[in-house]
């Protein structure tokens, strides 16, 4: 099991910028693909990226592509996530999510998962 704590979120303008944090606890992190979820109110949870666990390998949403950039340090126990050119649609609480296999895209690969922080794009 690992904990999971994303910090980062708030409220920025249409074309904004912001950095998405994700601290892990635990000395196995590197056991773990890390992924990015977000769900959008009456939306369902939707994948937006995902790094495997040297960080060689990086998975994105179509919708995030060329716009958000997934990152790890692995002597910080900690996953990125660089989101610029933001739009409204992109309003959502964000999840940090670790899995140790599976389809790097599918939610039911992570089983364990941090609060959420929530992002909020004006436009």
């Known amino acids: 099991q690992v904990q999971l704590v994303e910090s980062g979120g708030g409220l920025v303008q249409a074309g904004g910028s912001l950095r998405l944090s994700c601290a892990a606890s635990?000395?196995?992190?590197?056991?773990?693909?890390m992924g990015w979820f977000r769900q959008a109110p009456g939306k369902e949870r939707e994948f937006v990226a995902a790094?495997?666990?040297?960080?060689?390998?990086?998975y994105y949403a179509d919708s995030v592509k060329g716009r958000f950039t997934i990152s790890r340090d692995n002597a910080k126990n900690a996953v990125y996530l660089q989101m610029n050119s933001l739009k409204s649609e992109d309003t959502a609480v964000y999840y940090c999510?670790?899995?140790?296999?599976?389809?790097?895209?599918?939610?039911?690969?992570?089983?364990?998962w941090g609060q959420g922080t929530q992002v909020t794009v004006s436009s």
């Open positions: 999510a670790a899995g140790v296999s599976g389809n790097p895209y599918s939610g039911a690969s992570y089983n364990n």
């Open positions: 635990g000395r196995t992190f590197i056991s773990y693909v």
């Open positions: 790094i495997s666990r040297s960080g060689g390998a990086t």
